[in-house]
């Protein structure tokens, strides 16, 4: 069974940094793109940030500049370092993995459980 967990969330000022972690276990063949995602109260959950196997990053336009994505491959973990954070940042964060459980087998979402990012002014 895949699990994928979260860490790093937090309360943060206005202008402050945090970094999340997400790390992927379980019997995994290979993991293709990675992601985070944030839904904040009352909106649509929405792609912050992604990244390829390649390392090929996009990010959404209000974070470009103040975020960045990268991964860890031998530790099947994606990270997401966020710089300048703005009360709009605030939102449960999720982590998202494309991956395969068998060489054969076809690519498959998993989500991890999200973690709480809440920015004051």
């Known amino acids: 069974q895949v699990q994928l967990v979260e860490s790093g969330g937090g309360f943060m000022q206005a202008g402050g940094s945090l970094r999340l972690s997400c790390a992927a276990s379980?019997?995994?063949?290979?993991?293709?793109?990675m992601g985070w995602y944030r839904q904040a109260p009352g909106k649509q959950r929405e792609l912050v940030a992604g990244i390829t196997s390649s390392g090929s990053t996009n990010y959404a336009d209000s974070v470009k500049g103040r975020f960045t994505i990268s991964r860890d491959n031998a530790k099947n973990t994606v990270y997401l370092q966020m710089n300048s954070l703005k009360p709009e940042d605030t939102a449960v964060y999720y982590c998202n993995c494309k991956l395969q459980l068998r060489w054969y087998g076809a690519l498959e979402d998993y989500w991890g459980q999200g973690t709480q990012v809440t920015v004051s002014s």
């Open positions: 379980g019997k995994i063949f290979s993991i293709n793109a």
